[in-house]
DNA sequence: AGATAATTTGACCGATTGGTAAACATTACA
DNA sequence: TGTAATGTTTACCAATCGGTCAAATTATCT
């Protein structure tokens, strides 16, 4: 008989990490370009390549699926703003951060998808990250800013207004990717729009609020 | 018999106005919190008061009833940037467009977020939209602001990205909601929100792009 | 090899989905 | 007021939804 699955902490079988594997993958695939409720466990199914009955084998349901995505994908998705240092020069690693940022909406869109998918319908399963975790390193960064406009060394702004346009501006890349493609025709939307968006979003946030030396 | 539903373009009863008015209302108080896919007829039937039946005799599908909504609501949303005045005071007009978007933001986030779920799971209903009417009004925007540029009124820089960024900052407070509020806790998250991030973007805007005089 | 545990599948379940048919009720207008 | 058009509801449909179950298959270990 199949062990039950809480028992499978305490060990892995090298199938189940691969399709543990499999599935997240499709899963991803699937709630990024469709929402939670969009989404449906046989098209997860059919994207990972494995039988609905066999999928929730390894996850029982829809949610402990999606669950399971998002702790996965959180981490690193927070990995950007948790390199910022408050010792490094101010106006190299905010534009560390933003090209860090774009970086990963080009590379990962689904990951950025997945999340504005969850915050746009109210984060239904995600409430407690946000107030959490996010919350408390958003806090600690937004010193460090506030810090660095108190020492003269950048502009005086409100930090959270300053991170809240920089998650935006670079997550539109990814979240609203078609919508900039389909603006910008196809003679610009090609790979150079990251470029130009790179570009436009240095020059916007340095010049507008690091004071010129 | 009932009148088949062409033919209604001709005459339209009291009644109609009133229940396609109450229908898309709570069309939009659906749609815009779930989506298309994870919205149900049922839902929305709920919301605006009447049983399904009825409400499929005034919008055949439930994608008769997402277009109609887009639709009506498209020519509003983009008012906004119609209003950029090629004749005005660029550093105004611009203050004034994010304004403007930022009041929408606060006033109407449904239709934003309306938007926001349709372009984010690929604009499957919206995509001649896109690269029609609106990718015309950016363009046409959008060398307003070169030319201002090239007069050496603004700085130099990509206006499709500048359009963007404003678009991406604003609209970032009625789909994120959520998220913003969740981030600055319950003593920062008031009314007021949206005067600090009025102030910020304003900042961040003009004294990055609008030569000093 | 054989026993045991892990994995996979097809058949199936009740609930919900978008949508229909037709009877019924109401309105508008002569 | 009568009647035809309009509006509303009840009952229903096939398809799909998330999820279960037991049987069949495969991997693991002695």
Redesign the interface.
């Known amino acids: 008989m199949a062990i039950p699955r809480a028992a499978k902490t305490q060990r892995r079988t090298r199938i189940q990490e691969e399709k543990e594997e499999q599935i997240l993958e499709a899963a991803l695939d699937v709630f990024s370009?469709?929402?939670?409720?969009?989404s449906t466990i046989d098209q997860i199914a059919e994207v990972a390549g494995m039988s609905k009955p066999n999928l929730l084998y390894y996850f029982r349901t829809k949610e402990a699926m999606h669950r399971a995505l998002i702790d996965r994908v959180l981490y690193t998705w927070l990995e950007p703003l948790r390199a910022f240092d408050a010792d490094g020069d101010p106006e190299s690693e905010i534009c560390n951060y933003i090209r860090r940022k774009l970086e990963m909406a080009r590379d990962f869109p689904r990951e950025s998808?997945l999340f504005?998918?969850e915050?746009?319908?109210?984060?239904p399963h995600i409430?407690d990250e946000?107030?959490g975790p996010?919350?408390e390193l958003?806090d600690e960064k937004a010193e460090v800013i506030r810090t660095w406009a108190k020492a003269g060394k950048i502009?005086e702004?409100?930090p959270?207004?300053?991170i809240?346009?920089i998650?935006?501006?670079t997550?539109?890349?990814a979240?609203?990717d078609?919508?900039?493609r389909?603006?910008?025709?196809q003679e610009?939307a090609g790979a150079g729009r990251f470029e130009?968006?790179g570009?436009?979003?240095e020059?916007?946030?340095?010049?507008?609020?690091v004071r010129p030396a």
């Open positions: 370009a469709r929402g939670f409720r969009g998808r504005a998918n915050v746009l319908q109210g984060a409430e946000l107030k996010l919350k958003v502009a702004c409100d959270y207004h300053l809240f346009s998650w935006s501006t997550q539109h890349y979240d609203f078609v919508q900039v389909a603006v910008l025709g610009h130009d968006a570009r436009f979003l020059q916007l946030f340095t010049s507008g609020l």
